[in-house]
């Protein structure tokens, strides 16, 4: 493929790949499956560039390839080996920017978010990235009103996982 | 406050907390080999394409016999027919797999992206059943033949009741269906554990809309 598509799409992919690490951040749980998935989601990426048209944003086409990468094409690779919690080592909540209990509180969410499925962690992404419902049933392939339905689940399945 | 609200807060900081990876890390990682569903899949089926047809092919190459017994045979238009539909038919799967294959866009929604996944799934199990049909009408019709040429045995039923050569034909018959559905829960099984995660994350889409 010529150079020149291959440099802008580094580009563009270094620019926004903070898209890629949050997808990597739900669904893995360690440093190790994080870079592998981060590795599928660059190749899938990148086979997929040349069609990209530019009608959407590049960060907007970057959160269907980086889900669809995640729940539907992979495959967990087997050098994979399990180390350290993730949420530990790389992404240590600082001191002074919490209180203890937000500190906490924050942690049990994550642990929370990580025991939902592929679906719901997909639909508690794209809210977190403030994407509007429309986005959300694009992206999914469902109606408006079932991913509202459905987001309203979710907000009640993390609830009762905090409190049992 | 809202517990996703309170996560929403949190999510937004954590930007600069991600390893950020270089240019040349992100063109090195782009072209390193990709491990998805889809290519196993695609492997897959051209494995199912290929053991079937060395199947049919195996017996013609390996025995002089049966070599010398087929070119008799290639004057009958009865063979040559069936050999042209079952070339006719393979030909038929090949196409179906490829412009299913090529349906594959990873730029698909969700839901679109996994029906076009679980669809080559299903022409390649199309494609074992059909052959599984033919073992079942095949080995059974061969085997009376095979008696047939056979002087001895050949003899031997014809001494026997009719009792005997039906109970005889049936268990022929049974232990084909038995083995011919080994093979069918085998590669059940083997595909079920493949896909089950990806037909429970299509479930869970498809759920929503009753």
Redesign the interface.
Known sequence: MNKEL?HS???Q??KH??IV??VC?LYTNNADAHNDL???I???????YP??RGDSKFST?MY??G???A?????K?KRRINTQDFDAV??K?KAE?YDDT?EQ??KL??QA?HQL???EK?L?FL????KDYREIS?????TEV?AR??MNRV?KK??TI?NP | M???E???K??K???N???????SD??K????K?????K?LFYISVAELVFWVLINFLPYVLSEKMKAQLEEMSHSWIYVSLNIISYLVIILFVYLLWRAHKAI??????????ES?LKTRKIIKYYVLYNLSIALISIPISLYFSINEHPEISEQLSNATTEKLVIMSLVAIGITIAFLGLVWLFYKLIYGILIR??N??YQ??KK??I
């Open positions: 291959e799409f580094v580009e992919l270094q790949q903070n690490h949050k951040r981060f590795q599928e660059t190749i899938q990426l990148w086979r997929a069609k990209f086409w269907r390839v889900l669809n990468t729940i539907t094409l992979y495959r690779s790389q992404f909540i920017e937000e509180q924050l969410l994550y978010v499925n592929d679906i997909a508690v809210y977190l990235e403030d694009a992206t999914l392939g469902i079932n339905v459905k907000k993390l609830k905090l | 809202d517990e996703l309170l996560l929403k949190d999510w900081r954590s930007d907390q991600y390893k950020s990876f270089s240019d992100i063109y990682m782009s072209h390193k990709s491990s998805t569903i889809v196993t866009s990873v730029t698909d929604n969700a839901k679109k992206l996994m996944i995660r990806l429970r994350n869970e889409l929503l809309e």
